[in-house]
């Protein structure tokens, strides 16, 4: 493999500490190609570990955690609730009689939390004013580019019932 | 415009090596870009387009290896060529 081996005579610290102003010249643009070259390997590590995460994806599992009951919120009323840790903050909203949505309050741009805007009937995200759909969490406007998590709800007798989370 | 016989062999190297290192800048930033679209599509629970994306971005890196390469077999010519006269 000569043509990876540097042919030159002289020592390496010369060459990296040469006398020279033009061969300095040399030296800095060598060392910022390396750079530049090992940021590119960053890259390709990322895209690695994200195949890697990928490929051994298991679907979590959530548990069935009881969020509200039917009569406790008016059409238009929202409470927040936790699902399914006590870190990840949820919103329910009653969008009609018979219809209650639940998703993440963390919006997807970055992490702040969403509010339910009943003038405009959509779920605001104060920082960068964005905006997603209450039917489905869908993103309508603003800088965030994926749409928010959905909690799967099921009505059990008057229970509202958090039982999964729908990530499109 | 002199031609390229009377140009001096280290001001030929270094415009070598600006080329090169602009062809490794277009294809960093092209790699970034993909990162960030692949963590996004991830995210967003679209998981078929992480093998693609890892296979552009290795042949993007060793693109960018290659050329590496390249600049430091110049880099050693000039030299050499320096220390010869």
């Known amino acids: ?168 | 415009m002199p031609g390229n016989s009377e140009v001096p062999p280290k001001t030929r190297g270094l415009t070598a090596i600006a080329g090169a290192m602009s062809l490794i800048a277009v294809l960093l930033i092209v790699q970034i870009w993909l990162l960030s679209a692949t963590l996004e599509s991830f995210l967003a629970g679209k998981r078929s387009s992480a093998s693609p994306a890892a296979i552009f971005s290795g042949l993007m890196f060793l693109i960018c290896f290659g050329l590496y390469l390249f600049v430091d077999r110049v880099d050693s010519d000039v030299r050499n060529s320096a220390g010869d006269r």
């Open chain 1, 1 to 168: 493999m000569n043509w990876l081996r540097r042919s030159s005579s002289e020592p390496l610290w010369k060459e990296e500490f040469p006398v020279r102003t033009a061969d300095e010249r040399y030296v800095t643009r060598r060392q910022l190609t390396k750079f530049l070259v090992l940021t590119s390997f960053g890259m390709f590590v990322g895209n690695l570990w994200i195949l890697f995460r990928s490929l051994f994806y298991k679907p979590p599992t959530h548990p069935q955690q009881t969020v509200a009951r039917l009569g406790d919120l008016p059409v238009g009323g929202v409470k927040l609730f936790t699902y399914p840790t006590s870190d990840d903050h949820c919103i329910l909203v009653r969008t009609a009689e018979n219809e209650h949505v639940a998703f993440s309050q963390k919006c997807t741009h970055l992490s702040c939390a969403v509010y339910f805007s009943r003038e405009s009937n959509r779920l605001e995200c104060p920082c960068h004013n964005g905006f997603f759909s209450i039917a489905d969490g869908s993103v309508l406007q603003g800088p965030p580019s994926r749409p928010l998590p959905r909690i799967i709800l099921e009505k059990r007798g008057n229970e509202l019932v958090a039982v999964g989370i729908k990530v499109s």
